[in-house]
């Protein structure tokens, strides 16, 4: 979806769940729509709703694309946003 | 330089002599081994669950990060993922240079990085019955 | 503990096995390798020799003063002496331990010492035809 | 040999060179006899002498049964006296 469109226009993202956040939400994707211009916190927002009961943490790191993102950024229509619990390879 | 996240049994000879050159003179293999026991718990099995595209992508992040600080040859990591058991290697860090202080402290940073930055989960499964996740790091970007 | 002191080539994948417990979340293997290059000269071969029966014993007496100093579980040693070429392993050092950080400690104090305690000398060929002793270490009682 | 025997009483020992010592001496082993009470630093000058030029460097290590050793270590028959160059494994 290009920039500029009429208000109201949406944005689609796929929200990927692993290890201990896909437990909490009981699934390990989501097709999330979020008003145009949302930012990662907005999704980690409407995820916490989507969840029975809220377990994920107050702090929750995402990748945007598989980049470690911060809050504040910018969502586009098909982005890809996991959300990352606690590492713990090797 | 190598990296790979596979379901398979890392061939640890393998990655080490991948990458020796004839003007090395030392290689270090590092292998992390599944262990019994984890805070005071006996532990049977784990499970090692990745985002495998951002994991590979983060590992060579590293490797490259880490060859450009240090005067090392070459680096290859293997990191396993699914059911794995005692003794089974979970991941394997091979690295090369002329001396051995670069190696060691190449090979130690990878590892560490690793641990702190790459999506790599770990179920640890109890003699009880029971399982959790390992409480992790919270990723640091690289 | 396993200490050699050996003409034959090192089975370093044989000394790694030899270390590793169940109870063990770290294997390193360290290898130094002939390399083909020395103080800027071309190296094409090297021959190793031993005190032979002192060698083995500094390096049991430096494996369990490391062991006692680090929590690892095991440590095996073997350096090879002889005629070597490129690329060959001369020394291999496989610790293993319940964590990382001891693992990676002992293995660089047992390379260390071995370099400064360990009666075995090193006859470099070059590519020139000449030959000639590394210049070594002054022998510190370990 | 017993200690407390007649004076002029010797000890016999077996002085053993590695690699560049080696080459210095012309030889891997040399049997050399000592007035009793001798110690380390009278076998290194008598080793000195041995040389046809005396190129082994001003301090030598020793190992007296695979032992490092001072210069003080007093000598006793049957002992076998290491001359070690600076060592070079790995």
């Known amino acids: 979806m290009a920039a500029g469109e009429a208000p109201g226009t949406r944005v689609r993202v796929t929200s990927l769940f692993f290890a201990v956040y896909r437990d909490i939400l009981g699934t390990s994707e989501l097709e999330i729509e979020l008003p145009e211009g949302s930012n990662v916190k907005a999704l980690i927002e409407a995820v916490r709703k989507h969840a029975a009961v809220d377990e994920l943490p107050r702090h929750v790191v995402v990748a945007v694309n598989q980049d470690y993102a911060s809050p504040e950024t910018i969502l586009v229509d098909g982005d890809e946003v996991a959300f990352i619990p606690p590492v713990a390879g090797g | ?142």
Chains 1, 4 share one sequence.
């Not at chain 2, 081994?33 to 590979?56: I, K």
């Not at chain 2, 293997?78 to 058991?85: F, K, M, N, P």
């Not at chain 2, 979970?90 to 190449?106: C, L, N, Q």
């Open chain 2, 1 to 142: 330089m190598f990296v790979t996240i596979t379901r398979e049994p890392i061939d640890t000879s393998g990655l080490a002599g991948r990458v020796r050159s004839d003007a090395d003179g030392a290689v270090i293999l590092f292998t992390g081994v599944v262990r019994n026991h984890h805070e005071g718990r006996q532990v049977v099995a784990l499970r090692y669950e990745a985002y495998e595209a951002m994991a590979s992508e983060k590992l060579r992040a590293i490797c490259a990060s880490v060859a450009s600080a240090y005067e090392v040859t070459d680096l290859a990591v293997a990191h396993r993922i699914g059911d794995l058991t005692i003794g089974d290697v979970s991941v394997a860090i091979a690295v090369s240079a002329p001396h051995r202080d670069a190696a060691y402290k190449a090979s130690r940073e990878v590892i560490e990085r690793l641990k702190r930055e790459v999506p790599i989960w770990k179920l640890e499964r109890y003699a009880d019955g029971e399982e959790a996740w390992v409480k992790g790091a919270i990723p640091e970007p690289g």
